[in-house]
């Protein structure tokens, strides 16, 4: 059996770091699996069951990478049993191949008309276009969360006819805490305040100027409480951003984007971690921070529920009074802390990257063998 996966289009962040874990734990050397790219493969480990091709070239010009994909990649593809297309929109009747759901903003317009009218929004809704197109030509769909699921499949309902599995990232073990014992309100002063974190892009959907404004609520009515925003900035959503921080200095920080390998350290050396966001796939940042026995206040939009369930307080992120009376509740609730950070541990054991690769390579197999009867 012969797997090649095209990583032409996902050079870095958390595509990258899939793809790494899932060849790290792919369990067979049995499969041949080639995965082609540019030089960022070379962050990926070598086994024996993987052989990579590393193109420096075609990928430095967008004409030469159109030129790639469209002439010397369905060629590449030929040559295999089945091929696997985890981060682009690669189309084609004739190679057999399995597409993947990775990117909830090319199908919720909802999500999208967040963003001012511009030419990234119709970036998402041509992405939109030429996702579906991948999707219905493809032999299979593997998605990240049932809601991507059902959403995707309801908005095309032809799609249900095509072969598809959900199956969940993992989770990196540099994440696992067992959770702390949870403190009182009592116990924290202005010299010692509650640290709450919230690490996501900053960005129109994450909802981090209503989370500010909730936060400027609590600390009017004088508890004690620090508030770290963490990530990159979405450069549009800058001004807002920054004007919505003024005199705020004194318990809110933003951090910025800080190396993934001190993410883990963020996540550890919180109180509650918080999470906004109205448009996820499947959402890494909270099944990291289930892992890392935090409490967790989370938004209430789709899949979160799924992941989380009953391990959470859950708000409305549209909703300023909404983040402000559940993360009181919170706050004041020492209990409830501790109900839920222990929940939310014991669910996260279920997520591993050994299983999402086991399960990714069986379904591969299984389409490629579909294929050639």
């Given at each position: 059996?012969?797997?090649?996966?095209?990583?032409?289009?996902?050079?870095?962040?958390?595509?990258?770091?899939?793809?790494?874990?899932?060849?790290?734990?792919?369990?067979?050397?049995?499969?041949?699996?080639?995965?082609?790219?540019?030089?960022?493969?070379?962050?990926?480990?070598?086994?024996?069951?993987?052989?990579?091709?590393?193109?420096?070239?075609?990928?430095?010009?967008?004409?030469?990478?159109?030129?790639?994909?469209?002439?010397?990649?369905?060629?590449?593809l030929?040559?295999?049993?089945?091929?696997?297309?985890?981060?682009?929109?690669?189309?084609?009747?004739?190679?057999?191949?399995?597409?993947m759901?990775?990117?909830?903003?090319?199908?919720?317009?909802?999500?999208?008309?967040?963003?001012?009218?511009?030419?990234?929004?119709?970036?998402?809704?041509?992405?939109?276009?030429?996702?579906?197109?991948?999707?219905?030509?493809?032999?299979?769909?593997?998605?990240?969360?049932?809601?991507?699921?059902?959403?995707?499949?309801?908005?095309?309902?032809?799609?249900?006819?095509?072969?598809?599995?959900?199956?969940?990232?993992?989770?990196?073990?540099?994440?696992?805490q067992?959770?702390?014992?949870?403190?009182?309100?009592?116990?924290?002063?202005?010299?010692?305040?509650?640290?709450?974190?919230?690490?996501?892009?900053?960005?129109?959907?994450?909802?981090?100027?209503?989370?500010?404004?909730?936060?400027?609520?609590?600390?009017?009515?004088?508890?004690?409480?620090?508030?770290?925003?963490?990530?990159?900035?979405?450069?549009?959503?800058r001004?807002?951003?920054?004007?919505?921080?003024?005199?705020?200095?004194?318990?809110?920080?933003?951090?910025?984007?800080?190396?993934?390998?001190?993410?883990?350290?963020?996540?550890?050396n919180?109180?509650?971690?918080?999470?906004?966001?109205?448009?996820?796939?499947?959402?890494?940042?909270?099944?990291?921070?289930?892992?890392?026995?935090q409490p967790?206040?989370?938004?209430?939009?789709?899949?979160?529920?799924?992941?989380?369930?009953?391990?959470?307080?859950?708000?409305?992120?549209?909703?300023v009074?909404?983040?402000?009376?559940?993360?009181?509740?919170?706050?004041?609730?020492?209990?409830?802390?501790?109900?839920i950070?222990?929940?939310?541990?014991?669910?996260?054991?279920?997520?591993?990257?050994?299983?999402?690769?086991?399960?990714?390579?069986?379904?591969?197999?299984?389409?490629?063998?579909?294929?050639?009867?």
């Open positions: 059996m012969k797997i090649t996966i095209d990583a032409t289009n996902i050079k870095a962040g958390g595509g990258l770091t899939h793809l790494k874990n899932l060849l790290d734990n792919y369990p067979s050397n049995k499969t041949v699996v080639t995965i082609i790219g540019g030089d960022w493969l070379s962050l990926i480990n070598d086994t024996k069951a993987l052989k990579k091709l590393i193109f420096l070239n075609p990928f430095k010009n967008i004409l030469y990478q159109e030129y790639f994909k469209r002439k010397t990649l369905p060629r590449i030929s040559e295999c049993d089945i091929a696997f297309i985890p981060g682009g929109t690669f189309s084609s009747s004739k190679t057999p191949y399995v597409s759901s990775q990117n909830m903003l090319v199908f919720e317009k909802k999500e999208r008309n967040r963003f001012p009218i511009s030419l990234n929004r119709f970036r998402y809704q041509i992405l939109e276009l030429l996702q579906v197109k991948s999707f219905k030509n493809s032999k299979g769909i593997i998605y990240i969360s049932n809601y991507a699921k059902n959403f995707i499949e309801n908005k095309y309902p032809y799609l249900k006819n095509k072969p598809s599995k959900v199956i969940y990232h993992g989770i990196s073990d540099e994440f696992r067992v959770p702390k014992l949870q403190k009182e309100i009592a116990k924290y002063s202005i010299e010692k305040p509650l640290k709450i974190t919230y690490i996501s892009i900053i960005n129109y959907y994450k909802h981090q100027v209503n989370v500010i404004k909730a936060v400027k609520m609590l600390n009017k009515e004088g508890i004690p409480i620090i508030l770290d925003l963490i990530g990159p900035i979405y450069e549009p959503m001004e807002k951003f920054e004007r919505s921080l003024k005199g705020t200095e004194s318990f809110i920080t933003y951090k910025g984007k800080i190396p993934y390998e001190e993410i883990s350290d963020c996540y550890k919180t109180d509650i971690f918080l999470f906004a966001s109205t448009c996820e796939n499947m959402p890494n940042i909270l099944v990291e921070a289930m892992s890392s026995g967790i206040i989370s938004s209430n939009y789709g899949p979160m529920p799924e992941i989380l369930r009953d391990a959470g307080v859950y708000m409305n992120p549209t909703d009074f909404s983040i402000y009376e559940n993360l009181k509740k919170l706050i004041y609730d020492t209990e409830l802390r501790t109900d950070a222990n929940k939310a541990y014991e669910y996260s054991q279920e997520f591993s990257w050994e299983k999402a690769s086991k399960e990714t390579f069986e379904f591969l197999i299984e389409i490629a063998k579909q294929n050639k009867l």
